[in-house]
């Protein structure tokens, strides 16, 4: 889960190497200044998928800051493909930025295998706080053969709650549409990307 962090507490980034992958030239200089603001020094960017593999061919990165709207790429895809390959950087932490924060794409970002979602116009507390929480963030990564690859989500299994028949009356249906509704908030993103219970 989640846990509320005190971004005034020291917490020394000079010597992260981050990637930014953004096609907007002025949303990545924004993340780069709020970045240099935190104290990292080593800051590279791009602006397609094709233009990030090549870079993290060749450099070891920290941290991936990716908006999935590229511009001919589907980020998603790149973030599948990256925690699929050999690369050194395959289980860094990625968190995705975007002005599109429906539903759909939240799960969206969790099912490719992104550490975090942050909503645009990002605000550097935020970015911030979501910075330290995967930086602090213990848990493995899982790999299944021919699916997904990323942060396990499980917590132990403690069986199905008592008194009943294994479904619990807010579990989600197994289909679920489109989303119809506005943009989640922080708080709302913060609760889809935290461990989830698994029952069998």
Known sequence: MAKSIDVNSKFNLSSAVV??????TH????????LSGFGVHKVSRAQSAAEALKQLSVHAVDLIIIDPELEADDGYAFVRDLRNSSSENR?????ITSGHARISKVWGGRDCGANFFVAKPITPAVLLERIY??????????E?????????RRFKFEGPPLG???RRSADLPAEVGEQVGGNLSETELSGMFKPQKILI
Do not use: L, T
């Not at 289980?91 to 968190?95: L, Q």
């Open 27 to 34: 949303s990545a200089d924004v993340i780069s200044q709020i």
């Open 144 to 152: 299944e053969q021919g699916g997904y690859v990323g942060p396990d």
């Open 19 to 24: 990637m930014i992958i953004d096609r907007n």
């Open 133 to 142: 929480w995967v930086a602090a963030d213990h848990r493995k990564i899982v």
């Open 164 to 166: 009943s028949d294994g």
């Open 91 to 95: 289980f860094k932490p990625i968190i």
